[in-house]
């Protein structure tokens, strides 16, 4: 079962030019290929892992102000 859940699949993606320069440059940044930060963005979001900016930004207050 383990083995099987790391298994790869190629699949083929149409984005936009401008969002695939931004992917490249954020890979780049993170020192990693841009096709692996695509592949864990999907990963974080669909395991509920993917967390917005500006609930960070909340959480942070509300631990730092109370509620």
Do not use: C, F, M, W
């Amino acid at each position: 079962i383990i083995r099987k859940s790391k298994e790869k699949k190629s699949i083929n993606l149409r984005i936009n030019n401008y969002d695939l320069e931004l992917l490249k440059q954020k890979a780049e940044q993170e020192g990693i290929p841009y096709q692996t930060l695509i592949s864990s963005i999907l990963h974080k979001y669909l395991t509920d892992q993917l967390i917005e900016q500006k609930d960070i930004i909340k959480s942070v207050q509300l631990l730092k102000y109370g509620s």
